[in-house]
Each structure stands twice: as C-alpha cells, then as structure tokens.
C-alpha cells in the first residue's frame, strides 16, 4: 500500500513564502509522476504542478506559474512545492498525488492513482 504524507502548510501573510513536502512510502517512487493539487471551501479540486519520474519536466497551472516551483528527490522518496508570493486566493488544503502511468494527462484528477489527506495553507491579506 502507497502512503502519502504532506507536511509544511500554515498560516503565512500575503507576499510570503512556504515549502510542502510529501513524502511517499514504497519502493517505487521513482516510478511515478508526482502532482500537487488544492482544494478551497466550495470549490473543485484543482491541478496546481506536476513532475514526471526523473524530475526533468515540471508542469504548472497557469495561476501558480513563475511563484511555485516543484521538485522532486527520489533518493528520499519526496516531492516539494516551494511557493513563492503568496496570495490570499492560495488559500487552499493542498494535496499530493502519485500516478503510475507515465504517460497520462498531469492536470487531470483522475490521473491520479494515490493522494495524500491534504494540508492546510492559508494565506492572509
């Protein structure tokens, strides 16, 4: 069974910055194509960034580019999501996922074949 953990989210004022972390049980991390996706009170579920197996190509929602940075270390079996500038409308639980198959489409939720229970980022005016 794949576990998920996120960890890092919190309260930050606007313009600030916060690391999320994700760390991923098993010994197939390497394999995956890791996402980042959030969730704010009474919306959908949105794709945030994505990175495929070896960390050579990032993939970012149009709202978040230039401000996040996803990265990835297989050797520690976790994935990041350093964001930058941080807006009020960031205010989100924030998730990560694993997808098995390389060559899906990143953005889709149902890509996705395992997800972490989510952390809390708000962000303050």
């Known amino acids: 069974q794949v576990q998920l953990v996120e960890s890092g989210g919190g309260l930050v004022q606007a313009g600030g910055s916060l690391r999320l972390s994700c760390a991923v049980s098993?010994?197939?991390?390497?394999?995956?194509?890791m996402g980042w996706f959030r969730q704010a009170p009474g919306k959908e579920r949105e794709f945030v960034a994505a990175?495929?197996?070896?960390?050579?190509?990032?993939f970012y929602a149009d709202s978040v580019k230039g401000r996040f940075t996803i990265s990835r270390d297989n050797a520690k079996n976790t994935v990041y999501l350093q964001m930058n500038s941080l807006k009020p409308e960031d205010t989100a639980v924030y998730y990560c996922?694993?997808?098995?198959?390389?060559?899906?489409?990143?953005?889709?939720?149902?890509?996705?074949?395992?997800w972490g229970q989510g952390t809390q980022v708000t962000v303050s005016s």
């Open positions: 996922a694993a997808d098995r198959d390389r060559f899906s489409v990143v953005s889709f939720r149902k890509s996705y074949d395992y």
């Open positions: 098993g010994r197939t991390f390497s394999r995956y194509t």
């Open positions: 990175i495929n197996d070896n960390g050579g190509s990032t």
